[in-house]
């Protein structure tokens, strides 16, 4: 009767234990799964949002050489590229917690976004004026506020790879 009693308890122990582990197990995974899934989300939404203000950035620096160059220029369409532009770097800084440098990225962005726009407005007083071509070519120097914009765009890109990697080891490491 005692080994009866003794194979009871220790096999109801073992199996208590296993179950133990086994709720365990389930709730690193389901934690894991939460913290993957915002990680994944924000990652998502971030490079969305970096993807389109490049190609709406590509869009309307088209448009400023087309005006440069006297071809046929559509200066709304350099406006509405640069307000998406705009808006999605302001969606950026909505997808989830930033880092200060994503911050101070930003900041400079919009300055350099309004500083490109500036130069478009510019040249086309100098179009409207009948500058020389050769005034053109050096007001097109200035396009270097839309290349500086594109270089920091690129910069919170790059920031956001970094944060992706680091994130996704940390994930992997717990």
Known sequence: MKLKYA???GFGATLATV?????LAFLFLSQLTVRWGEI????AQRNEVMMRSSQHL???TLQFHKLVRNE????????????MVGDLLDAYGGTGPLSDEEWRL???????????RKDFRM???????????????YALKGESDGMQLAHTVRKLVDLNNQRTRVETAQVVGQ
């Open 7 to 9: 194979l009871a308890t």
């Open 58 to 60: 590509g869009y309307a």
């Open 123 to 137: 040249i086309v007083a100098m179009r409207e004026n009948n500058s020389e071509k050769g005034a053109l070519e």
């Open 106 to 116: 930003l900041n400079t962005a919009k300055e350099q976004l309004d500083l490109y």
């Open 72 to 83: 046929a220029s559509d200066g709304e369409r350099f406006a509405v590229e640069m307000q």
């Open 19 to 23: 179950l133990g582990v086994v709720v």
């Open 40 to 43: 994944s989300s924000v990652i």
